[in-house]
């Protein structure tokens, strides 16, 4: 019989997926499921960028776009990046992907290859590792510890280098733990990389836009030194409450962005054009509902961290970033898939368990909380009725 090549039996998936699809499985049957696993925004695409799409196609935008992206959005995402980060960005060094992810598709099929290492957090998100794995790269997890507030560490990260490390992944603030790593420590790592000019860097800063207590985002993009060696993966899918319209945005060195382009090229051509105009809208439009969205957020962060620390046996850090909280189970006497699993089946709240993250996330489970406060509570109080009964 036919017969897929190796890759296949390696390539991993999100388990989040998988949850969500449960729990809507579940809800079908009549059950009241709580959802705290699905890592996406509760709020709509503001109505403005959702009129831009309307208009787009109405105006006749129906067919390809350049591959890397029609220009106004690329220097709408130059002029964006600038204004946030300080740096002069050229339209040159941008290219619009079909997500965030793709970016990350992109990078670890350039620097992955059998004997090659890549480093990456672990907790952290579940397909820098299967596509590490795809690529036949060995996968070395950068732990990423609870005791440092979930931050990447610099020493530890560091000493993880060797002559093999093609490619280190970074993402700050971070999925699942909601950590925020100093700009001190990145200032460490990157004068620490410096030594090690032969190791790409993937800035992973999806959550750029969602630091809490007046934290400013540091963005690698703000170290000259790496400038000609780092990616940066940023997008709209979370800042603007867009996961299902498909759109990322990245910045490459040069020979890089052309492979990239290439792989645009052989694959999805170019990211859908009334799209475009929709991330046009949302970069030069009014961020008022971006700030409304992450004060709700930050709002709903108080009210996640409150309830977790008074649950038997759970203690969280308070993230700094992103929308998730990541307590410590360990004390309730749970592994942390079955408690997610028995979470969602006997007391019909959905999480993930932390080992869906990697080799250091056992002990947690991961909670979003792009939920209503309301419903937030109610699972909290759901979570402590369960836990009461099942020490
Ligand atoms: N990077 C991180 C850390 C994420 O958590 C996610 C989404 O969950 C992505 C990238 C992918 O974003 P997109 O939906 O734009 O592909």
């Known amino acids: 019989a036919p017969r897929l090549v190796p890759a296949f039996s390696r390539i991993g998936e999100e388990n989040a997926f998988a949850v969500l699809a449960r729990a809507t499985d579940l809800a079908r049957e009549g059950r009241d499921i709580i959802n705290l696993g699905i890592g996406q925004p509760d709020f709509p695409t503001p109505d403005h960028i959702v009129e831009a799409a309307i208009k787009a196609l109405r105006d006749g935008h129906h067919g390809y776009t350049p591959a890397t992206g029609i220009l106004p959005l690329r220097e709408a995402v130059a002029a964006d990046v600038e204004r946030r980060t300080g740096v002069a960005v050229s339209p040159d060094e941008v ?32 397909i820098y590792r299967s596509m590490i794995e795809f690529t036949g790269a060995t996968p070395v997890p950068v732990p990423i510890r609870e005791e440092n507030g979930f931050a990447f560490s610099a020493a530890e990260t560091l000493a993880l280098i060797t002559p093999k490390t093609r490619l280190l992944i970074l993402n700050s603030p971070a999925n699942p733990t909601g950590g925020v790593t100093p700009k001190a420590e990145i200032d460490a790592l990157v004068k620490g990389l410096e030594a090690h000019p032969h190791v790409a860097i993937l800035s992973d800063e999806i959550y750029s836009q969602m630091s809490y207590d007046g934290l400013q985002h540091v963005s690698l993009l703000t170290y000259p030194s790496i400038r000609d060696r780092l990616i940066l993966l940023d997008g709209w899918s979370k800042t603007y409450a867009m996961t299902g319209w498909r759109m990322g945005f990245s910045l490459w060195p040069k020979p890089w962005g052309d492979a990239a382009r290439k792989l645009a090229v052989n694959s999805y051509s170019c990211v859908n054009a009334s799209a475009q105009w929709a991330g046009l809208a949302a970069l030069t439009g009014p961020q008022d509902a971006v700030h409304a969205m992450v004060a709700e957020f930050d709002r709903r962060r108080k009210i996640v961290v409150d309830g977790l620390n008074q649950l038997p046996g759970v203690s969280s850090v308070v993230p700094k970033g992103a929308f998730y909280a990541f307590p410590n189970i360990r004390a309730t006497g749970w592994k942390a898939k079955p408690l997610a699993s028995a979470l969602l089946e006997k007391a019909g709240v959905a999480t993930i368990g932390g080992p869906d993250f990697g080799v250091y996330g056992e002990g947690y489970i991961r909670l979003s909380y792009a939920n209503s406060a309301e419903n937030i509570r109610r699972a909290l109080a759901r979570m402590g009725e369960f836990l009461g009964a099942n020490p």
């Open 95 to 126: 290219i619009v992907v079909p997500g965030g992810k793709v970016t990350m598709f992109m990078a670890i099929l350039m620097f992955g290859e059998p004997g090659a290492e890549i480093l990456y957090p672990d907790p952290g998100f579940p």
